[in-house]
Structure formats: C-alpha cells, structure tokens
C-alpha cells in the first residue's frame, strides 16, 4: 500500500541516532589514538588539538 508507517519513521530516527553517536565516538578514538608531539603534555595535547578549532586555541 505504500508510504511509512510510525514503525519504520522509528526505526529510520534510531539508525540515525546510532550512526551519529558512532561517527562521535570515531572522531573520540581518532583524537586520543593519535600521539601528541610534544610528550610534556600527555594525553590530554590529542583532545585539546581536537578541540582547537571550537575553543579558537
């Protein structure tokens, strides 16, 4: 018959959600993978240079 009934506008709405929370949590693991340059810092340099465009650091 044709057209989406309330399950499958669910459904597509929660795939949505659970591919952008994925897409967060790569962007996450890409950020702390990678090894700072300067070691003095540790592990918090990778997050503060993920973030630098969003604080304007």
């Known amino acids: 018959m044709g057209g989406l009934d309330d399950a499958e506008i669910i459904s597509v709405a929660w795939a949505m959600v659970a ?21 003095e810092h540790g592990e918090y340099c990778a997050a503060y240079n993920a973030m630098a465009h969003i604080t304007g650091g």
């Open 19 to 39: 591919a952008i929370a994925s897409l967060g949590l790569a962007v996450v693991a890409i950020a702390f993978a990678r090894r700072p340059l300067d070691e």
